[in-house]
């Protein structure tokens, strides 16, 4: 479904666009995060959510977004050019920037058939799991890529 162009969409458009392939029977695969520092850990993460469907819809946490989740000094990367990179994956179908601190808003818009999250958690631990779930998706753990992080990137920087 990717069309090739790097776009960061509005929620609505996104939302336009996940009903439009609902109905050609697309299943739409849905994560969330901040994307700060791109690492190889992001890239197969992303990969990884997209072989569960034939749709992979990103939300990117905004700046204000970040700030609340990691403190102040992040992120590194503007939520605009993180959304352009992350948009310009070829696992990556569509990319919107929100500012909640969770993604349960628009995830009650999107009703994905999956949500993915990293499996560095248990799904009891993902906030996101009922509203899902209420909507007839499901979530879905992706390996984790031990000591693949902004947070270990950011840290081996300021040592060095």
């Known amino acids: 479904m990717k069309t090739g162009a790097i776009t960061v969409r509005t929620l609505g458009s996104v939302v336009k666009m996940?009903?439009?392939?609902?109905a050609a029977g697309e299943k739409i695969v849905t994560t969330?995060?901040?994307?700060?520092i791109l690492h190889v850990g992001h890239v197969r993460y992303?990969?990884?959510?997209?072989?569960?469907g034939s749709m992979l819809v990103v939300g990117i946490n905004s700046d204000a977004s970040v700030r609340r989740l990691?403190?102040?000094?992040?992120?590194?990367v503007?939520?605009?050019?993180?959304a352009e990179i992350v948009s310009a994956l070829r696992a990556v179908d569509a990319v919107f920037i929100f500012n909640d601190a969770t993604p349960?808003?628009?995830?009650?818009?999107?009703?994905?058939?999956?949500?993915?999250?990293?499996a560095d958690r248990t799904?009891?631990?993902?906030?996101?799991?009922?509203v899902v779930e209420a909507s007839g998706g499901r979530l879905?753990?992706?390996?984790?890529?031990?000591?693949?992080?902004?947070?270990n990137i950011i840290k081996r920087i300021r040592k060095n």
Not at 18 to 22: I, L, T, Y
Request: glycine share 8%; proline share 8%; charged share 30%.
């Open 18 to 22: 996940v009903r439009s392939a609902k």
């Open 32 to 36: 969330n995060g901040c994307f700060d």
């Open 46 to 52: 992303l990969q990884g959510a997209r072989k569960l």
């Open 70 to 76: 990691k403190g102040p000094g992040r992120p590194i």
């Open 78 to 82: 503007p939520a605009r050019e993180r």
């Open 104 to 118: 349960i808003r628009w995830l009650k818009q999107l009703k994905p058939h999956i949500h993915v999250k990293g």
């Open 123 to 130: 799904v009891d631990q993902v906030v996101e799991k009922k």
């Open 140 to 151: 879905v753990l992706v390996p984790y890529i031990k000591n693949k992080s902004t947070t």
